[in-house]
DNA sequence: CTGTTAGCGCCTTCAT
DNA sequence: ATGAAGGCGCTAACAG
């Protein structure tokens, strides 16, 4: 079934049918009334290789990520997919989980010619990156990280870092511990929560202790070992701000384990409102995700219809407390 | 940069330069090695929509998906993209969320004529739908969930809840609850999950209490609600049977509001081993998530090269003891 | 408002 | 082993 064919059915010409079926101007609407049902009762779909072909668009946007099997970027992309799919474009899903896939990807644009705009979901675009994708030749924008050349929709990882630090000096604890994820090489680092924990300390005229400010990759199993760290100095700190809510949980299975208890004998707070904070009521800096999605998956949209949309979006975080942090019981200052 | 161009760069004609890039016989080694050369000195890649549209594949296989910010689903798709992406063929990912979403994919098959192949992710197919999606004329495979008609790759059900019940069983626990979860018209319905229940009961000759099954949507509050019910019994279960990981997590948070501990008041267990069970301390049953990812793409894989791999395969389930399960201590057989 | 005509970039016979 | 020619299904000018 071609468009040929459904021209014919409807008694049309080909590019009557052509423009009917692409809501282009200058079609009655009882013809084109007329061959969208024709088409419609045949399952036909106009064959977007030849659409493109022919000089139109693709249609298609290609969505990259480092990861999916994690929380913040399957939301993403879900919110992302469903805002694309109501504008009739289809999703290219690229994976580049780690720093070969990376090269690979920049160096063989795999996406080249197949897509309309690129969307790069929490991930860094170097300078020799951004060279390369030039030659795509399409629109890209960057969700979850910012870009001073792209537009980009993310949130204020100062501000957000800020509010879990912030609960934490107002709550009277001093001896914080901060549990920095830097993943090489890959996705986006967000040194402003690191640089946040510094300013509040600061600006609280606590001094940092050195010790207490370990650096490890992403990862549950990371949080767990960097709090064992932690735990093992004679003068622990009284609570633990880690850059993430899954980093945060393996800290309080660290805890737990080691006997102690959260928030009495240490209190944790993350950054994220991942789904089960609230089940082992971790206090943490919400940040909305599917909103980041769906602003930037509009961004692409809006880019592709010729509009210009802003070219940055920063969305708002919230704290969100909830039982897994306290008042230090052991007043670390008094013993001073 | 087309064809043509890469052709003449290389000094030969149109048909040797497509013959070379697709690694099409008929070439001399020298001559395909210089098409080579030039074509990846300009960046070119070969564009799909022509090749496609000059009798050739699409290069590009659907992923469907009810979710994508679960865990399991995010994890599967994960270990398919990067199979498909070995392969050299492109995922474009559409999601069913909920019926209405399902309707419209399947009324209107947004995949028609843009893929070669649709692989279905913890989607229930049923005959009508299976009507519609005969006439993309494409391979079709399960992935996650079982199907008469399609290839498809998945666990025992029956298997993984036997084991999850004979665990409590073995425990010494008879008064075992299970929370079902049943997402309507939604996702594939665990039910050899149930069924496993009844028949490991049986077997062991406990009856089952018919309060002590609770049915409810899949999610974490869904569980922490059943298992209120359950605790709001004067003789609540002594073990939770749970469908899948997060519901368990849910039911865990219910129990420690409550004042209870697990696993020394009630013991909990789930299905999946999702990356936080561990966290939580979760017993469970793994199954191999990325496994079967691998295993239905690698069969899409092999269906578009003309060979035919097996028609179903069944992954293994493990049986993975933490510290969410332990001996019943009031053993609640006595009081009889 | 509608029918007709050129390609779009490539693969696939056919010759050579 | 290679070059030439036709056509895949469609859209974007054109005419009418």
Redesign the pocket.
């Known amino acids: 079934?071609?468009?040929?064919?459904?021209?014919r059915l409807a008694?049309?010409?080909?590019?009557?049918?052509?423009?009917?079926?692409?809501d282009?101007?200058?079609?009655?609407?009882?013809?084109?009334r007329r061959v969208l049902e024709v088409a419609a009762h045949h399952s036909?779909?106009?064959?977007?290789?030849?659409?493109?072909?022919?000089?139109?668009?693709t249609r298609r946007v290609a969505v990259v990520v480092p990861h999916l099997s994690r929380w913040f970027f399957g939301a993403m992309v879900e919110s992302m997919q469903g805002v694309f799919f109501e504008a009739g474009l289809d999703v290219l899903l690229y994976q580049v989980k780690d720093g070969e896939a990376r090269h690979t990807f920049f160096a063989e644009l795999p996406a080249l010619?197949k897509v309309d705009a690129l969307v790069a979901v929490g991930l860094d675009i170097d300078d020799l990156e951004r060279k390369r994708l030039e030659i795509m030749g399409v629109h890209v924008v960057s969700a979850g990280g910012q870009h001073a050349v792209y537009p980009h929709v993310c949130i204020d990882d100062l501000e957000a870092g800020r509010l879990a630090v912030d609960h934490l000096l107002a709550l009277g604890h001093r001896a914080i511990a901060m549990i920095e994820t830097d993943d090489p090489d890959q996705a986006v680092h967000p040194h402003g929560r690191s640089k946040a924990f510094y300013a509040a300390m600061t600006r609280h005229r606590v001094e940092v202790d050195p010790r207490f400010v370990i650096k490890t990759s992403w990862g549950a199993e990371q949080g767990a070992d960097a709090s064992g760290t932690l735990l093992g100095y004679t003068d622990p700190p009284t609570a633990i701000y880690a850059h993430s809510d899954e980093v945060a949980f393996g800290a309080i299975r660290t805890i737990r384990r080691a006997g102690l208890r959260v928030p009495e004998d240490i209190s944790v707070v993350g950054i994220d409102d991942h789904p089960v904070a609230s089940l082992v009521d971790l206090t943490t800096v919400r940040q909305p995700v599917a909103g980041q999605g769906e602003a930037a998956a509009r961004m692409v949209v809006d880019l592709l219809r010729g509009e210009d949309p802003p070219r940055a979006v920063t969305m708002p975080t919230t704290l969100i407390v909830r039982r897994s942090t306290a008042r230090p019981r052991r007043r670390r200052d008094l013993s001073r």
Chains 1, 2 share one sequence.
Do not use: W
């Open positions: 079934m071609t468009l040929a064919d459904v021209a008694g049309v010409g080909l590019g009557t049918a052509s423009r009917a079926l692409n282009a101007p200058g079609v009655s609407d009882a013809t084109r036909y779909v106009v064959s977007p290789d030849a659409s493109r072909l022919a000089g139109g668009a010619r």
